[in-house]
């Protein structure tokens, strides 16, 4: 017994010691429980590819018109973030989404900041989330962009331990802020690069995105871009991301 103690002390020292020499070097090595949690915004390829995503929270005027306008130009590909609670209320027009083999991630449940709350609360949340977006559609969501986009380094250990990869962004349409539809067009189209995540929004609160969608779409394609979902688009090498 004497001996083991001995044998664990002096590994001990070791560690430390080679942490040391390590932290000297600006070297610490990264083991797979430190590796630090990120979230995705683009995706570092040469290839002409975009997801184009819509959150969705709130109210049944405007997603439809959305999906009626992806049918009719043809984009067989796009990734929809659900709340869980607007998933329960609007049960159909969440099936039509998966119908039309739209890619579906979780938007949460309560339209809260997470970096607010303890780690429980956050798990809680996508839990039901996750539960109800399984009841109506069928689909297990491993995908989720928080409310808001709110994170931290915190809240991201947190949904990454639950096995889901966190969504952010990196062409903002801006529409939410329903700035006119010309303005919402212009932003994506001359900020828009290879590998890109593009927000939108199919909430009620998007009261221009319907007008908008059919010329950012033909802007795109104009432009040579293809459309994935961002699953596919995670596939690619090279994907871009940030702590915070």
């Known amino acids: 017994m004497r001996e083991g103690k001995r044998i664990a002390a002096i590994t001990t020292v070791i560690a430390l010691f080679m942490a040391v020499l ?29 997801a184009l995503t819509f959150d969705i929270s709130w109210g049944n005027k405007v997603p439809e018109p959305v999906l009626d306008v992806l049918e009719k130009e043809g984009v067989k590909k796009a990734t929809f973030f659900l709340s869980g609670p607007w998933t329960l209320r609007h049960p159909e027009i969440a099936k039509r989404i998966h119908r039309m083999g739209y890619e579906i991630g979780s938007h949460g449940n309560l339209h809260k900041d997470f970096s607010n709350y303890p780690d429980s609360w956050i798990r809680e949340q996508v839990q039901l989330a996750e539960k109800s977006i399984y009841q109506v559609t069928g689909v297990r969501t491993r995908l989720i962009r928080t409310p808001n986009g709110d994170f931290n380094p915190r809240v991201l250990r947190v949904l990454n331990s ?7 962004w990196n062409t903002d349409s801006l529409d939410w802020k329903n700035p006119g539809t010309q303005a919402i067009v212009n932003r994506v189209l001359t900020r828009v690069v290879p590998g890109d995540i593009i927000l939108m929004h199919a909430s009620d609160s998007s009261k221009q995105i319907v007008d908008a969608l ?6 795109l394609r104009a432009k040579g871009y293809q459309f994935v979902t961002v699953s596919e688009l995670l596939s690619e090498a090279n994907v871009k991301t940030q702590v915070q």
């Open 22 to 50: 390590f932290a000297a070097a600006g070297q610490l090595p990264v083991y797979a429980a430190e590796r630090k949690a990120s979230a995705i915004y683009k995706v570092d390829t040469d290839k002409k590819i975009v």
């Open 162 to 168: 639950m096995g889901y990869t966190v969504i952010q």
């Open 214 to 219: 059919p010329q950012i779409i033909e802007g």
